[in-house]
């Protein structure tokens, strides 16, 4: 209770800062990790009746170990922090589970207690919510009806309230205190039963059937399974060995006998599905190496080709062995040499050297720009595994490459908020060095089109001029609107070698021009070397013109802009605002 209103009382004050605390947030999250450790401590002190010093030395550690997380977090967000985060949150509620029930068989009474958990949860959130909303309802009645000023940050302050603190009063309330006890209680909800046997079993054997007729197809068209394919056969895998731990009191009743062969029969239809997974997953890494996510479906896969053997030959009794073996999994991948963390970095470095050997960009340790055209798919795959190590800052290797001279690059931009545009500029900066052009993650073939626009909030003085108008140029056209002043009429376009925006007056005549070139190259320059995206100062965006007839300043407000041969932009479509005089 003091972990969940510390965190309560941290968010809350995240808010009221405005966010702008990352470490603050970072202290929320290592704070949380004491409901399920502070809970596992308390049981296991009550479980194992523990003595008070014994149970206070536990309850210090505890204490340390939440700072030691703060510390594993690092710069909070990053992926690898918060991969591990999620790591150790699973191992401490599956520890949660099973530590009182480590000791002797108490398989009811591990499945009772577990029950007990799982409905209890259940409750606090709808209660938790229906609570949220009724209390809610009645800030914005007090605002609407007595005037009195709500601000919207109270709601969150509520619902952080309510679902930290409330919701885990609630939860904490309905742990058993007997465990021994719970061995000969024989009671099964009957809206549990109901889920487990007409809803969830009929759906995992959908599934499942889809899945085996979807193997069936790949036998048949000899085609790799989709990569999506291994998130589906986890998604069912979950459902499934939740509805075999609902369901598993009702495979000894002699009327429901026929869930017991369900749970057999489930696992083993599941060991096709969960080769298919492993090959799915394998194409991909054998294509881009591995990453977290990769990892942790090969990992899945594999614990449930094992979780299904030991089922389909050893029958649906010591359930304990799920839990167990999940907390121990998370556990031993979370650091070390094996961790998901340490093989992503090892595989994504070697494909990344193995790229830059083949583009003759790395000899004798040393990388070097590139001389010429690097093909699309290279650099989109060079600017990807960049942007993979700045995230997770692995980017010792990469240094040494550089000769270190990573420090004098501006890898990260002082502008650049967030991680992902934090590991986003970097990426571009070491892609600049390289004299190649960063690709975007959303870049799935080479573009030859960029758009621009210019950043608002500018303020120029336009004194000196007579005349203003909003125009489009598209493709070199003229303006879809000709132009009226002092009874002449004119047309704005952009000249034949499209590097030149100009206006024209009756029989074509050239009145004035203004070059784009200059603007055009400061814009192609920040496009190589921002990470960003394609929004422009105002300044830049200026172009000053005329000629024997007009005076004029034309602000370009977007554009959209091709690549020219000479690795420039020209342009093929302009809008924004003219301001001119007739001289």
């Given at each position: 209770m003091a972990a969940a209103a510390l965190g309560a009382a941290g968010a809350i004050m995240n808010e009221e800062w405005a966010g702008n605390h990352p470490r603050l947030e970072q202290a929320v999250a290592s704070v949380l990790?004491?409901?399920?450790?502070?809970?596992?401590?308390?049981?296991?002190?009550?479980?194992?009746?523990?003595?008070?010093?014994?149970?206070?030395?536990?309850?210090?550690?505890?204490?340390?170990?939440?700072?030691?997380?703060?510390?594993?977090?690092?710069?909070?967000?990053n992926p690898v922090g918060v991969g591990r985060y999620v790591q150790l949150q699973a191992t401490l509620h599956f520890a949660v589970a099973v530590v009182p029930f480590v000791v002797g068989n108490g398989f009811n009474a591990?499945?009772?207690?577990?029950?007990?958990?799982?409905?209890?949860?259940?409750?606090?959130?709808?209660?938790?919510?229906?609570?949220?909303?009724?209390?809610?309802?009645?800030?914005?009645?007090?605002?609407?009806?007595?005037?009195?000023?709500?601000?919207?940050?109270?709601?969150?302050?509520?619902?952080?309230?309510?679902?930290?603190?409330?919701?885990?009063?609630?939860?904490?309330?309905g742990i058993p205190e007997e465990f021994d006890a719970l061995e000969s209680r024989s009671d099964y909800p009957t809206p549990l039963r109901v889920f487990a046997q007409f809803i969830l079993i009929p759906l995992v054997s959908l599934y499942l059937l889809l899945l085996t007729?979807?193997?069936?197809?790949?036998?048949?068209?000899?085609?790799?399974?989709?990569?999506?394919?291994?998130?589906?056969?986890?998604?069912?895998?979950?459902?499934?060995?939740?509805?075999?731990?609902?369901?598993?009191?009702?495979?000894?009743?002699?009327?429901?006998?026929w869930v017991g062969i369900f749970s057999r029969?489930?696992?083993?239809?599941?060991?096709?599905?969960?080769?298919?997974?492993?090959?799915?997953?394998?194409?991909?890494?054998?294509?881009?190496?591995?990453?977290?996510?990769?990892?942790?479906?090969?990992?899945?896969?594999?614990?449930?080709?094992?979780?299904?053997?030991?089922?389909?030959t050893q029958g649906i009794r010591n359930i304990k062995v799920l839990p167990a073996s999940l907390a121990v999994l998370f556990a031993v991948t979370m650091f070390g040499p094996w961790s998901a963390y340490a093989v992503s970095k090892r595989s994504q470095l070697n494909r990344l050297e193995r790229i830059f050997v083949e583009q003759e960009l790395l000899a004798e340790g040393i990388l070097s720009p590139a001389s010429g055209d690097v093909p699309f798919e290279a650099r989109r795959e060079i600017s990807a595994i960049l942007r993979f190590l700045f995230e997770r800052e692995e980017t010792k290797q990469l240094d040494r490459w550089l000769n270190s001279s990573l420090a004098s690059i501006d890898t990260v931009q002082a502008t650049a908020s967030g991680t992902v545009y934090r590991a986003g500029a970097g990426a571009t900066a070491v892609m600049t060095h390289l004299n190649m052009r960063h690709v975007n993650q959303w870049e799935s073939s080479p573009v030859d089109q960029y758009y621009m626009n210019a950043e608002t909030g500018g303020v120029f003085d336009i004194a000196g001029y007579d005349y203003a108008a909003m125009i489009s140029i598209a493709d070199g056209?003229?303006?879809?609107?000709?132009?009226?002043?002092?009874?002449?009429?004119?047309?704005v376009g952009l000249s034949d070698g499209l590097d030149s925006v100009v206006v024209k007056g009756p029989q074509d005549e050239v009145l004035g021009a203004a070059a784009i070139s200059p603007a055009l190259d400061e814009v192609w320059r920040r496009m190589r070397e921002s990470y960003q995206g394609s929004s422009m100062p105002q300044e830049i965006m200026r172009l000053d013109g005329g000629g024997s007839g007009i005076r004029f300043v034309f602000f370009i407000s977007s554009g959209r802009l091709s690549e020219s041969e000479d690795d420039g932009f020209l342009a093929l479509n302009l809008a924004g605002d003219l301001y001119f005089s007739l001289r």
């Amino acid at each position: 209770m003091a972990a969940a209103a510390l965190g309560a009382a941290g968010a809350i004050m995240n808010e009221e800062w405005a966010g702008n605390h990352p470490r603050l947030e970072q202290a929320v999250a290592s704070v949380l990790v004491g409901l399920p450790l502070f809970l596992l401590i308390h049981i296991s002190a009550e479980r194992w009746r523990w003595s008070r010093s014994r149970k206070i030395a536990s309850f210090a550690a505890g204490v340390g170990l939440l700072g030691l997380v703060y510390l594993m977090l690092g710069d909070w967000p990053n992926p690898v922090g918060v991969g591990r985060y999620v790591q150790l949150q699973a191992t401490l509620h599956f520890a949660v589970a099973v530590v009182p029930f480590v000791v002797g068989n108490g398989f009811n009474a591990f499945w009772q207690f577990n029950r007990l958990l799982f409905v209890r949860f259940l409750m606090a959130g709808v209660f938790s919510a229906v609570l949220f909303g009724g209390l809610a309802v009645a800030l914005a009645a007090t605002d609407e009806l007595l005037g009195v000023n709500i601000r919207n940050n109270f709601y969150f302050y509520l619902w952080v309230v309510i679902a930290l603190v409330f919701q885990s009063w609630f939860f904490l309330g309905g742990i058993p205190e007997e465990f021994d006890a719970l061995e000969s209680r024989s009671d099964y909800p009957t809206p549990l039963r109901v889920f487990a046997q007409f809803i969830l079993i009929p759906l995992v054997s959908l599934y499942l059937l889809l899945l085996t007729v979807y193997l069936g197809k790949i036998i048949v068209t000899t085609t790799w399974p989709s990569g999506s394919v291994g998130y589906l056969v986890s998604s069912v895998a979950v459902a499934g060995v939740l509805t075999v731990l609902l369901a598993y009191p009702l495979r000894e009743q002699e009327e429901h006998k026929w869930v017991g062969i369900f749970s057999r029969w489930y696992f083993i239809g599941l060991l096709p599905s969960v080769v298919m997974a492993l090959m799915a997953a394998w194409k991909r890494i054998d294509q881009y190496g591995f990453t977290e996510n990769r990892y942790a479906l090969i990992v899945l896969a594999l614990w449930l080709g094992a979780i299904a053997i030991f089922y389909a030959t050893q029958g649906i009794r010591n359930i304990k062995v799920l839990p167990a073996s999940l907390a121990v999994l998370f556990a031993v991948t979370m650091f070390g040499p094996w961790s998901a963390y340490a093989v992503s970095k090892r595989s994504q470095l070697n494909r990344l050297e193995r790229i830059f050997v083949e583009q003759e960009l790395l000899a004798e340790g040393i990388l070097s720009p590139a001389s010429g055209d690097v093909p699309f798919e290279a650099r989109r795959e060079i600017s990807a595994i960049l942007r993979f190590l700045f995230e997770r800052e692995e980017t010792k290797q990469l240094d040494r490459w550089l000769n270190s001279s990573l420090a004098s690059i501006d890898t990260v931009q002082a502008t650049a908020s967030g991680t992902v545009y934090r590991a986003g500029a970097g990426a571009t900066a070491v892609m600049t060095h390289l004299n190649m052009r960063h690709v975007n993650q959303w870049e799935s073939s080479p573009v030859d089109q960029y758009y621009m626009n210019a950043e608002t909030g500018g303020v120029f003085d336009i004194a000196g001029y007579d005349y203003a108008a909003m125009i489009s140029i598209a493709d070199g056209a003229i303006s879809s609107d000709t132009l009226l002043a002092d009874g002449m009429a004119m047309v704005v376009g952009l000249s034949d070698g499209l590097d030149s925006v100009v206006v024209k007056g009756p029989q074509d005549e050239v009145l004035g021009a203004a070059a784009i070139s200059p603007a055009l190259d400061e814009v192609w320059r920040r496009m190589r070397e921002s990470y960003q995206g394609s929004s422009m100062p105002q300044e830049i965006m200026r172009l000053d013109g005329g000629g024997s007839g007009i005076r004029f300043v034309f602000f370009i407000s977007s554009g959209r802009l091709s690549e020219s041969e000479d690795d420039g932009f020209l342009a093929l479509n302009l809008a924004g605002d003219l301001y001119f005089s007739l001289r």
